[in-house]
């Protein structure tokens, strides 16, 4: 996107996620790589002083300006960080997440969620939390992706994963995979196809999207002799969407559909469990993989790792997912602008 269409955008609220994790370190790098990669303006919710002393001791060369409100981060961030603030009361030990600053982590969420409703953030870009350490703080949601449903008023919430030459939408998420199966039903994949389809459109400039469904089974079942799921939940719900108008082919076999020549037939696959779904996008793009989640009222992606606390304070995170991230939702703000201006869809 050329800079100046990124100008007429509001800037994106980046959360500071786990204290303990890489989320400062890879914020600091790529706020660094801002030029080199010519990313849209954001601003973090973090702690200042934090953000300064863990500049210092990874020698980056970070300038951390305060600022009072969003607006102020435009003009900013050619030559500083901009950090709105979010205290942290308690000091921070890279790998050791101390459940007293749980409340700080989830206040950037919240202030970030509240940016975007009211349009002073154009999308929000969260970096990993820890859910354990939130549950003191009163976190009770099964995700992060949950707990921004809750806050923005979302109804369904979506998880798509993204890379350069891959998108996917599990319809089972974090579920165990005898959990998953049992639950797949036609409804949650009509309506998850129907909330993936809409935002092939709305967020990223697909005209006619095309879904490629994936079948449950090896094979797809192979007519029924390696299970029915295909035949008697799949199918149905195929049709359904077809009914529709949409263009979805399948149910296919979930062995062929991920290679090169095939990818080029779908601009999204939909998958029935979580890890037929990321292993094909962790393989094909694991360093440039972004987390998105469809069907809310703001633009909200994620790196697509976690808190990494293994390598945390050592100066070895690497920032592409996150930088991946910046510009997926710098690209979805302004697919949704020119969406509500009367902007048709492009490629």
């Avoid at 863990?54 to 960080?81: N, S």
């Avoid at 993936?196 to 079942?221: E, S, T």
Wanted: charged share 15%; with cysteine.
């Amino acid at each position: 996107m050329a800079s100046a269409t990124l100008s007429a955008l509001a800037p994106l609220a980046l959360t500071m996620g786990e204290p303990a994790g890489i989320g400062g370190e890879i914020a600091l790098k790529a706020w660094i790589a801002r030029r080199n990669e010519n990313l849209p303006p954001f601003f973090l919710l973090d702690d200042p002083a934090r953000l300064a002393g863990l500049a210092r001791e990874m020698a980056l060369d970070v300038p951390i300006r305060t600022i009072a409100i969003p607006g102020e981060a435009a003009a900013l961030f050619a030559t500083a960080l901009p950090v709105l603030p979010i205290p942290l009361p308690a000091a921070v030990s890279p790998g050791r997440p101390a459940a007293a600053n749980a409340g700080s982590v989830l206040a950037a969420i919240e202030r970030g969620v509240a940016l975007c409703l009211s349009g002073e953030a154009c999308g929000l870009v969260t970096n990993p939390i820890h859910k354990e350490t939130l549950y003191g703080a009163g976190f009770r949601h099964p995700g992060h992706t949950e707990y921004l449903a809750a806050l923005s008023g979302g109804a369904q919430p979506v998880m798509l994963l993204a890379c350069p030459d891959l998108r996917v939408v599990p319809v089972t998420v974090h579920q165990g995979l005898r959990e998953a199966i049992a639950g797949l039903t036609s409804e949650a994949i009509v309506s998850t196809a129907t909330i993936l389809h809409d935002a092939l459109r709305r967020d990223f400039g697909c005209a006619q999207p095309r879904l490629a469904v994936a079948g449950l089974n090896p094979h797809a079942g192979e007519g029924g002799s390696m299970g029915r799921e295909e035949i008697d939940i799949i199918t149905p719900a195929l049709d359904r969407l077809r009914a529709q108008g949409m263009n979805v082919r399948g149910p296919l076999s979930p062995d062929t559909m991920f290679h090169a020549a095939a990818r080029r037939r779908y601009d999204a696959a939909l998958c029935m469990y979580h890890d037929q779904a990321l292993i094909p996008l962790k393989t094909i793009g694991f360093d440039c993989g972004v987390n998105v989640t469809l069907g809310l009222p703001i633009v909200r992606t994620s790196p697509d790792h976690g808190t990494a606390f293994d390598i945390a304070g050592r100066g070895l995170a690497n920032p592409q997912s996150l930088i991946a991230a910046l510009h997926l939702a710098a690209r979805i703000a302004q697919h949704r602008r020119a969406g509500s201006a009367g902007g048709t869809a492009g490629g």
